[in-house]
């Protein structure tokens, strides 16, 4: 079956740094993604890989490991605005997104 | 710039009534897809449109129907809601160019309850 793990949640300091983590497993494979959903909105899109490495935008990072099924948002210099759910998606062999439960980041100041 | 809108934002309904949830964008967007997202579960799609006229299911779709007769809209309807659909509803668009690299562009979702 298709799986997407990662955990519920995660508390950070504000300034620090903090990985979440995302492993999973899916009948084919065209890219992992990482959204961001403050509480009560909608998802936004944050980074999308499709070939191994790490890929930085900005504060955000996301690694990727196809042959581990692994993947991570690296989130630096964390502000409090950064307090939100992360949630790790795949995009399968019907190019369609499976998606994982969110993780809940807190930030504390 | 509304991007995709939906309407209503907030319903309750008595478990065996009918309603539907609609969802337009501006953007021209050719793909459009309904998800549902529920505590402690990742968004799980219900049905999705690749073009004006079609349809088809996506993993949920049992209980729900989908209309996409204009391209820039796409309607949800319950035709006999059950208290195992409420939940909060996301509609979410995107572009032929960004369907491959997964970027969706979301409502703001609509919450529903049904009692």
């Known amino acids: 079956g298709q799986n997407i793990d990662q955990p519920t949640e995660m508390t950070a300091t504000e300034g620090a740094i903090v990985q979440i983590n995302c492993t999973y497993q899916t009948s084919g494979f065209n890219g992992l993604f990482w959204y961001q959903q403050h509480a009560g909105e909608a998802p936004t899109f944050l980074s999308y890989?499709?070939l191994d490495g790490l890929e930085e935008k900005g504060r955000f990072s996301s690694f990727l490991s196809r042959s581990k099924g692994y993947s991570y948002l690296l989130l630096k210099e964390l502000q409090m605005k950064d307090s939100a759910s992360y949630l790790c998606a795949c995009m399968d062999s019907n190019y369609q997104l499976i998606w994982g439960a969110g993780t809940k980041l807190i930030i504390k100041p | 710039n509304a991007g995709v809108t939906q309407t209503p934002k907030f319903r309750v309904l008595k478990t065996g009534q009918s309603m539907t949830l609609l969802c337009a964008q501006d953007m021209n967007h050719e793909y459009m897809y309904w998800y549902r997202q529920d505590p402690g579960m990742g968004l799980r799609l219900i049905h999705y449109?690749?073009?004006?006229?079609?349809?088809a299911k996506g993993e949920v779709p049992d209980g729900y129907n989908v209309s996409r007769l204009k391209k820039q809209n796409f309607l949800l309807g319950l035709e006999s809601a059950a208290p195992s659909q409420t939940s909060v509803y996301f509609c979410?668009?995107?572009?032929?160019?960004?369907?491959?690299?997964?970027?969706?562009?979301f409502g703001e979702g609509s919450r529903l309850t049904v009692l």
């Open positions: 449109s690749v073009g004006e006229g079609t349809t």
């Open positions: 890989n499709v």
């Open positions: 979410a668009s995107s572009p032929p160019d960004r369907r491959e690299t997964g970027e969706l562009f």
